[in-house]
């Protein structure tokens, strides 16, 4: 899982590196929003394609979950976990 995250994190600095002079700040923002879910798709069947084995590989032992102990009373993140099975 941290391999694909890292991997994700490069492809999106080539990117930013494309654009020295910042001129994505000049695109308005309505442009990305309907570009964005396409651009978004693409990447995301490109990047399975490359990483099928990766991807494939991820299970439910790579997450976990353990209670609040000690100081961390911080309720202001809760994740929700479901398994769904396929029947």
């Known amino acids: 899982m941290q391999a694909l995250h890292e991997m994700d994190r490069q492809s999106i600095l080539k990117l930013v590196k494309l654009d020295p002079l910042k001129i994505r700040r000049l695109i308005p923002r309505k442009f990305y929003e309907l570009v964005y879910p396409y ?3 693409k990447s995301r069947k490109k990047a399975y394609e490359r990483y ?3 991807i ?3 299970t439910t032992k ?6 609040l102990t000690g100081n961390s009373q911080d309720l202001s993140c809760w994740d929700i976990y479901a398994i769904a099975r396929k029947s």
């Open 39 to 41: 651009m978004w798709k």
């Open 52 to 54: 099928k084995d990766l």
């Open 56 to 58: 494939d590989s991820i």
């Open 62 to 67: 790579d997450f976990y979950l353990k209670p």
